[in-house]
């Protein structure tokens, strides 16, 4: 069953440094997202992609953060300047399309990256 | 700004003994809600997704209902391997975020 793949799965890294996360969807999804996961607290929606551009975005996503399709199979998320409240669970997800009229698509996740600031 | 709350935080419970999980939830507009489970260091593996009240869906052991303003996720007879976390989530009209819960706590003992 085709899944979604996130690299590294642990991520350490100093404060102020600018840090990666890489994503690797579902090979026939448009849509591509991430979340993020405080330990303890509630999944976070971050960001939503779709057709090369930001569709939707919450408000912890601020300037420190970007998105990127860099070629035809990766997803990523740059974090520019770390601080210790970035340490989380980070998920890439991505859905099939589905448009207005059309069944909802379900978000796939994948395993996360675990990203530990210092 | 959309909510979603589960109960129970945690359920512990004996191999066989059926029990539902509660999610209730306050949108503006209801696209879907979802279930999700959750295994520990893994992402949320996708379960259901209903869309209008009354709605129902099911898998194996495994039965998801939908009223206005909660979804139950009932598990029939359940198995250890059916401990995780269970996490609901909502996705309001003209939106691709979702908005998730705190999760349940499910432990099945044998």
């Known amino acids: 069953e085709p899944e979604v793949t996130q690299t590294p799965s642990h991520q350490v890294t100093q404060m102020g440094q600018e840090v990666i996360l890489r994503c690797v969807p579902i090979?026939?999804?448009?849509?591509f997202y991430w979340y993020r996961q405080i330990l303890g607290q509630k999944v976070e929606f971050l960001v939503s992609?779709?057709?090369?551009?930001?569709?939707?975005k919450s408000e912890i996503f601020d300037d420190q953060f970007s998105v990127e399709r860099p070629d035809g199979s990766n997803f990523t998320l740059k974090i520019r300047s770390t601080k210790l409240e970035d340490s989380a669970m980070y998920f890439c997800?991505?859905?099939?399309?589905?448009?207005?009229?059309?069944?909802?698509?379900?978000?796939?996740f994948g395993d996360g990256t675990r990203l530990s600031i210092l | 700004e959309d909510q979603v709350t589960q109960s129970p935080e945690a359920l512990r419970l004996q191999e066989g003994e059926s029990s539902s999980l509660n999610c209730s939830y306050t949108?503006?507009?209801?696209?879907?809600l979802f279930w999700y489970r959750q295994d520990p260091g893994k992402g949320p593996e996708f379960l259901f997704t209903?869309?209008?009240a009354g709605e129902e869906k099911e898998k194996e052991r495994l039965k998801a209902t939908l009223t206005k303003k909660e979804s139950f996720l009932h598990i029939t007879a359940p198995k250890p391997e059916d401990s995780a976390t269970y996490l609901c989530?909502?996705?309001?009209?003209?939106?691709?975020?979702?908005?998730f819960g705190s999760g349940t706590r499910l432990q099945v003992q044998p």
């Open positions: 997800a991505s859905s099939e399309a589905g448009g207005t009229g059309a069944p909802n698509q379900p978000q796939h």
């Open positions: 090979s026939n999804h448009l849509y």
């Open positions: 992609f779709y057709n090369n551009e930001i569709s939707e």
């Open positions: 949108v503006s507009g209801l696209r879907g």
């Open positions: 209903l869309y209008s």
């Open positions: 989530a909502v996705q309001a009209k003209g939106r691709r975020a979702l908005t």
